[in-house]
């Protein structure tokens, strides 16, 4: 029984550590320095025929209304930016988002308890979780370069109804503003992101004592 509590306790914490990793790296995805590299470099205001800062613009709204689960009732001229299919897609990505960030924030929670309890229960944690986190980015990322269509099809399969995900680039500005170069490097910067940051807390957590 002290055996199972045991391991109980280590994959609990495990999870934690990866929740923790997952979130933050998710929020430093979402914050206006990288989005807005990649939108640059993936030439996103030229695929929806506006400068720069007006793209960059909409999509800071857009990202706002993510984590606050708002209306993506950004407009465009006199019109709304999105229709009403893409502003309900957002309102499940959004959705998404926040649950991961809490589930990062509780991640912390619970490491900080441990480590309160315990120092060397946190060590462990978050070398477990590391090793849990790193093989599955560098798995992700081969999938993405390999074989990207397939890899985000199968990846919004998982979290969102089938036909409220697929959208047209030649009238939808939904994908307009991100085009699919934007999710190309951002899918790839995302796991080699999580995946170095895990193996750092690895490296670090396995040469303390």
Same mark, same amino acid.
């Given at each position: 029984?002290?055996? !199972? =509590?045991?391991? &109980?306790?280590?994959? %609990?914490?495990? $999870?934690?550590?990866?929740?923790? +990793?997952?979130?933050?790296?998710? #929020?430093?995805?979402?914050?206006p320095p990288v989005v807005h590299s990649l939108l640059?470099?993936?030439?996103?205001?030229?695929?929806?025929?506006?400068?720069?800062?007006?793209?960059e613009a909409l999509s800071d709204a857009l990202v706002?209304?993510?984590?606050?689960?708002?209306?993506?009732?950004?407009?465009?001229?006199?019109?709304?930016?999105?229709?009403?299919?893409?502003?309900?897609?957002?309102?499940?990505?959004?959705?998404? !988002? =926040?649950?991961? &960030?809490?589930?990062? %924030?509780?991640? $912390?929670?619970?490491?900080?308890? +441990?480590?309160?309890?315990?120092? #060397?229960w946190l060590r462990v944690a978050i070398r477990d979780?590391?090793?849990?986190?790193?093989?599955?980015?560098?798995?992700?990322?081969?999938?993405?370069?390999?074989?990207?269509?397939?890899?985000?099809?199968?990846?919004?399969?998982?979290?969102?109804?089938?036909?409220?995900?697929?959208?047209?680039?030649?009238?939808?500005?939904?994908?307009?503003?991100?085009?699919?170069?934007?999710?190309?490097?951002?899918?790839?910067?995302?796991?080699?992101? &999580?995946?170095?940051?895990?193996?750092?807390?690895?490296?670090?957590?396995?040469?303390?004592?």
């Amino acid at each position: 029984m002290k055996s !199972l =509590r045991r391991l &109980l306790r280590r994959s %609990l914490l495990a $999870l934690a550590a990866a929740a923790l +990793a997952i979130g933050a790296t998710t #929020a430093i995805f979402l914050t206006p320095p990288v989005v807005h590299s990649l939108l640059s470099v993936s030439d996103a205001h030229t695929a929806l025929g506006v400068e720069p800062r007006v793209a960059e613009a909409l999509s800071d709204a857009l990202v706002g209304d993510l984590l606050t689960d708002g209306a993506f009732d950004a407009p465009l001229g006199d019109e709304p930016l999105l229709s009403a299919g893409e502003r309900s897609h957002l309102a499940d990505v959004g959705a998404l !988002l =926040r649950a991961v &960030l809490v589930a990062g %924030l509780g991640g $912390l929670l619970v490491l900080t308890a +441990a480590r309160l309890r315990r120092r #060397a229960w946190l060590r462990v944690a978050i070398r477990d979780g590391a090793a849990l986190i790193v093989g599955g980015a560098l798995l992700a990322a081969a999938a993405f370069a390999l074989a990207f269509d397939a890899t985000f099809a199968f990846f919004h399969g998982l979290f969102f109804a089938a036909g409220t995900w697929t959208f047209n680039p030649a009238t939808d500005r939904l994908v307009q503003l991100y085009p699919q170069d934007f999710w190309v490097l951002a899918a790839m910067l995302f796991c080699l992101v &999580l995946a170095l940051g895990s193996f750092v807390s690895y490296r670090m957590t396995a040469r303390t004592r």
